[in-house]
């Protein structure tokens, strides 16, 4: 399997076009072509759709795609492998998160880690929930934090925190005032929510069938960090766990618990193959830490 083919798909789902992924390679769109085309003969798979002028991914494309950018990746670190080996320095931390987890959990864990262990390098990442799960799952990653429950025989998952759903709306707003808030409480509110397929999502849609109600999103973001700022801008309302609105809040938002209490769990997801280092214990130290503290200052608001 040529490189250069890998490198190819890689640019064409960036970019979404074979002329662009051609040109930015340096190479003519009729050699693209080819090399593409060889690509999905070589391992089977149509890895798109043609639709007119545009390649459109297909379901096999977007699963190939996670692992090819993970190996391009490792292949591209490769120098850095080496000096670090060369130079005697071997420890090193590879750590990815869910979004909605990197400021209150990742961040403050990362900096009390680097602090106390400023010998360990520490790469991290900040992916979606699907293609978190594969990394770790494949050990591209030491450690992940992300949404529980989890049903993968390739993870080892532990718990680390719970959090209550709250309703996030600007802080001036009507509801604001109200104790808890439920499926039917929204039904004339502007639904901020995130895009099919993650899993807040998910969760989201869940809590409206439990009471009969059809999720009417009218502003789909790909950020609950986005969405929370929307609903600080007066765009709508969202439903979240309360730690990225907690932290961009500041008086500008209001949380209402949900009604009926529904918790969302927070875990550690580990390599179920790969045993923990020493430095990945050390860093789960820092991640209970950090979990903590950021349970008490919830708790404080």
Same mark, same amino acid.
């Given at each position: 399997?040529?490189?250069q083919?890998?490198?190819l798909?890689l640019?064409i789902m960036?970019?979404?076009s074979?002329?662009?992924?051609a040109?930015? %390679?340096?190479m003519?769109?009729?050699?693209?072509?080819r090399?593409?085309?060889?690509?999905?003969?070589?391992?089977?798979?149509?890895?798109f759709h043609?639709?007119r002028?545009?390649?459109?991914?297909?379901?096999?494309?977007?699963t $190939? $795609?996670?692992?090819?950018r993970?190996?391009?990746v490792?292949?591209?670190?490769?120098?850095r492998?080496?000096?670090?080996?060369?130079?005697?320095t071997?420890a090193?931390?590879r750590?990815?998160?869910?979004?909605r987890?990197? &400021?209150?959990?990742?961040a403050?864990?990362?900096?009390?880690?680097?602090?106390h262990?400023p010998?360990?390098e520490?790469?991290? &990442?900040?992916i979606?929930r699907?293609? %978190?799960?594969?990394?770790v799952a494949n050990q591209?990653f030491?450690?992940?934090?992300?949404?529980l429950?989890?049903?993968?025989?390739?993870?080892?998952?532990r718990p680390l925190m719970?959090?209550p759903a709250?309703v996030?709306?600007p802080a001036?707003?009507?509801?604001a005032r109200r104790?808890s808030?439920?499926?039917?409480d929204?039904a004339a509110e502007t639904?901020?929510?995130l895009g099919p397929?993650t899993q807040?999502?998910?969760?989201?849609?869940t809590?409206?069938a439990?009471e009969?109600v059809?999720?009417?999103?009218?502003?789909v973001?790909?950020?609950l960090?986005f969405a929370?700022?929307l609903?600080?801008?007066?765009a709508?309302?969202?439903?979240?766990d309360p730690?990225?609105p907690? &932290?961009?809040?500041?008086?500008?938002l209001?949380?209402?618990p949900?009604r009926?209490?529904?918790l969302?769990?927070?875990?550690?997801l580990?390599?179920a193959?790969m045993?923990?280092?020493?430095s990945?214990?050390? $860093?789960?130290?820092?991640?209970?830490?950090?979990?903590?503290e950021?349970g008490a200052?919830?708790?404080?608001a």
């Amino acid at each position: 399997m040529k490189l250069q083919a890998l490198r190819l798909f890689l640019r064409i789902m960036e970019l979404g076009s074979l002329g662009t992924a051609a040109q930015s %390679l340096n190479m003519s769109q009729s050699a693209a072509s080819r090399l593409l085309a060889g690509l999905e003969h070589e391992t089977g798979l149509r890895l798109f759709h043609r639709d007119r002028m545009r390649l459109v991914p297909t379901p096999e494309g977007t699963t $190939f $795609f996670a692992e090819v950018r993970r190996v391009l990746v490792a292949i591209d670190d490769l120098p850095r492998v080496a000096q670090r080996v060369a130079g005697g320095t071997r420890a090193r931390l590879r750590i990815v998160s869910m979004p909605r987890f990197a &400021a209150s959990l990742l961040a403050p864990a990362v900096a009390h880690f680097h602090r106390h262990h400023p010998e360990v390098e520490i790469d991290v &990442a900040i992916i979606h929930r699907r293609e %978190l799960e594969l990394a770790v799952a494949n050990q591209s990653f030491d450690l992940g934090i992300g949404a529980l429950p989890l049903d993968n025989p390739g993870i080892e998952a532990r718990p680390l925190m719970t959090l209550p759903a709250v309703v996030v709306l600007p802080a001036r707003h009507p509801l604001a005032r109200r104790k808890s808030l439920g499926a039917r409480d929204l039904a004339a509110e502007t639904l901020v929510v995130l895009g099919p397929g993650t899993q807040l999502r998910h969760d989201v849609e869940t809590m409206f069938a439990a009471e009969g109600v059809a999720i009417r999103p009218s502003i789909v973001v790909d950020s609950l960090e986005f969405a929370c700022r929307l609903v600080a801008q007066g765009a709508g309302v969202a439903i979240a766990d309360p730690l990225t609105p907690a &932290a961009l809040g500041a008086g500008r938002l209001a949380l209402v618990p949900w009604r009926p209490r529904t918790l969302f769990n927070v875990g550690v997801l580990l390599p179920a193959l790969m045993p923990p280092s020493r430095s990945v214990e050390q $860093f789960l130290e820092a991640l209970r830490r950090a979990a903590k503290e950021a349970g008490a200052r919830l708790a404080s608001a």
